[in-house]
């Protein structure tokens, strides 16, 4: 599966940002998909998951409250709205494809949150 990701970029603390990821070439609705994070010298970070069958959704206990995750099976995409963004939200966020035969990643986008 092909991913890519969109919606990155510079926000104000306190503000908000929606990210997509795009899903092509795939039967989008059989796979989980996940946002993570990842900042320099640091392990990639589980941001949130969205189940492949009934939507159900986790988050990590840093974005908790924050962040959304959804899905738009029909447009192949998932969002991760992130709201009350935080300095330490910054970071390159990578969607995520899973099923049982494949795992997949996109190339990545920055946000960066400043005060």
């Known amino acids: 599966v092909q991913l890519v990701e969109s919606g990155g970029g510079l926000a104000q603390s306190g503000g908000s940002l929606r990210l997509s990821c795009l899903a092509s070439g795939v039967t989008f609705r059989r796979y989980r998909m996940s946002w993570f994070r990842q900042v320099p010298g640091k392990e990639r970070e589980l941001v949130a998951t969205?189940?492949?069958?009934?939507?159900?959704?986790t988050y990590g206990d840093s974005v908790k409250g924050r962040f959304t995750i959804s899905r738009d099976n029909a447009k192949n995409t998932v969002y991760l709205q992130m709201t009350s963004l935080k300095l330490e939200d910054t970071a390159v966020y990578y969607c995520?494809?899973?099923?049982?035969?494949?795992?997949?990643w996109g190339q990545g986008t920055q946000v960066t949150v400043s005060s």
């Open positions: 995520n494809a899973r099923d049982i035969w494949e795992d997949s």
């Open positions: 969205i189940s492949s069958t009934d939507s159900h959704t």
